[in-house]
């Protein structure tokens, strides 16, 4: 099986999260690994190639190819993991448009600009794996989260365009949909809605775990795994499907 070894993989939001632990797991798998974010500390604990960049920008998208192709090579793998959450966002007629803004350029924007970048590349050396990180809240919205709700499902649309353009060069696009996964976002969510709530951060995680067959709630690396498959050679014929990881929940 060859999988990921050798290829070159771009993995963005790589310095936490389900970021860093897709990011550790391809290059344990022999992927050559660039990561990338704004927070330079975190990238810097990775251990592996890193580039800071502002992901919600153009340029900062075009930087992080750039930086990838120029260190390691063409890029054969583009791992859209990075993202704002909505801990912050109110009921949508209280929603500030800036919040709405920064969300859709961070979220949607940048992994078009991405994905627009090394598709030519793949389109020419007919191989290529684009997975993107949306949520189940890109199939079933959240209360107060317009914003991140909608560019969850806009990220569905862009990976299954980019299945259909560049499905007959060898290329294939997949997205993973995470439920509750207790990563430092989530930490932040959980915060806010017990401090509304009046409850501890704890009893948020318990209800959020009860939602699930097993009780608990996904982790970082059950994530990592399935984006690990999906970026390999071995994943051929899977493309253009939203695959959820939330332990059989619907959220």
């Known amino acids: 099986m060859a999988g990921v070894e050798d290829r070159i993989a771009l993995v963005t939001g790589a310095g936490r999260g389900i970021g860093r632990a897709v990011a550790d ?6 992927a050559r690994v660039m990561g990338a974010s704004r927070s330079e500390n975190e990238l810097a604990a990775l251990g592996l190639a890193y580039t800071v960049a502002d992901l919600g920008t153009p340029e900062g998208c075009a930087l992080a190819v750039t930086e990838t192709e120029s260190r390691l090579g063409p890029i054969d793998i583009l791992v859209c993991n990075h993202g704002i959450g909505s801990a912050h966002e109110r009921v949508i007629w209280e929603q500030d448009p800036k ?5 859709m350029q961070v979220n949607l924007d940048g992994p078009f600009h991405l994905s627009r970048l090394v598709l030519r590349g793949m389109v020419e ?28 499902h806009g990220l569905i649309g862009l990976m299954r365009s980019v299945a259909l353009d560049a499905g007959t060069h060898g290329i294939t696009a997949n997205a993973v949909l995470p439920g509750w996964v207790r990563t430092e976002m989530a930490e932040r969510s959980a915060k806010t809605e017990a401090e509304e709530r009046g409850i501890t951060v704890d009893q948020v995680w318990q209800e959020r775990a009860a939602m699930y067959p097993p009780g608990r709630v996904a982790t970082p690396q059950e994530v990592a795994e399935m984006v690990a498959f999906l970026a390999s050679e071995e994943s051929s014929g899977v493309s253009g499907e939203a695959i959820r990881v939330a332990l059989g929940s619907v959220w």
């Open 25 to 30: 797991l391809l290059a344990t798998r022999g």
């Open 99 to 103: 919040t709405w803004n920064e969300t």
């Open 125 to 152: 050396r007919h191989y290529g794996r684009l997975v993107y990180t949306s949520s189940t809240s890109g199939l079933v919205a959240e209360h107060a989260g317009s914003a991140y709700t909608a560019s969850k």
